[in-house]
């Protein structure tokens, strides 16, 4: 069965410390990961999408990472800020298909 | 302007009653879902498009219906409600290179 899990379920950090967040798939075959955050009460946003040749991908403070024959990935956010806190959600679909598998997601606070 | 947007962002309804969710997009996109979200849950698919005449059931279709009346519209029917169907529900449309989704706002659905 395909499944996307993320860890931890949710976490607490201060203010401008660093945090990595991850997500374990079996999904296959696999096409592309992606991450996404979403505010409270918002839909969610793409940060990275990585394809099976791309190790690691960063947009601005975030930062992702593929291992592909591991079946993992991380998200890795550097100097936090207040308007980090949200939940990050790890998307993978499969080659061929309409289908994208979301975890559950990592529900972050940061805290001033 | 937002890419997707959704109509209405909140309602409330009492149980038997039809309600129609609403999304319009300007991606330009082919492909429409539409998911629901539920605490603790990844988000589901209920429904998808991949162009006007072409609506596939999601995971959990059952209770409701879709229309894809053009392009850039894809609306949701529950027809007759029930308390179990209280989720945030989310309208997506995809396209380009890697097929990236962009969410609407979302829409908070309360069946009383």
């Known amino acids: 069965k395909n499944q996307v899990e993320q860890s931890p379920q949710s976490l607490i950090i201060l203010e401008g410390k660093n945090c990595t967040l991850q997500?374990?798939?079996?999904?296959?075959?696999?096409?592309?990961l992606r991450w996404y955050k979403q505010d409270t009460g918002r839909g969610p946003v793409s940060l990275t999408i990585?394809?099976?040749?791309?190790n690691t991908k960063s947009n601005g403070r975030y930062t992702a990472t593929l291992d592909a024959d591991t079946k993992q990935s991380s998200l890795h956010i550097t100097a936090s800020q207040l308007s980090d806190s949200a939940s990050y959600i790890c998307?993978?679909?499969?080659?061929?298909?309409?289908?994208?598998?979301f975890g559950t997601g990592t529900r972050l606070k940061v805290l001033a | 302007d937002a890419d997707v947007t959704q109509t209405p962002r909140n309602r409330i309804t009492k149980t038997g009653k039809r309600i129609m969710l609403e999304c319009s997009q300007t991606?330009?996109?082919?492909?429409m879902y539409w998911y629901r979200q539920d605490p603790g849950l990844g988000l589901r698919l209920i429904y998808y498009?991949?162009?006007?005449?072409?609506?596939n059931k999601g995971e959990i279709s059952d209770g409701y219906s879709v229309s894809r009346q053009a392009q850039a519209k894809f609306s949701l029917s529950l027809e007759s409600a029930i308390p179990n169907q209280t989720a945030l529900y989310f309208c997506?449309?995809?396209?380009?290179?890697?097929?990236?989704?962009?969410f609407g706002p979302g829409t908070r659905l309360t069946v009383l």
């Open positions: 498009s991949f162009d006007v005449k072409d609506i």
């Open positions: 990585m394809t099976f040749s791309e």
């Open positions: 991606k330009g996109h082919d492909r």
């Open positions: 997506a449309a995809s396209g380009g290179r890697y097929n990236e989704q962009f």
């Open positions: 997500c374990n798939y079996t999904v296959s075959p696999f096409s592309n």
């Open positions: 998307v993978v679909s499969g080659t061929g298909t309409y289908k994208y598998i």
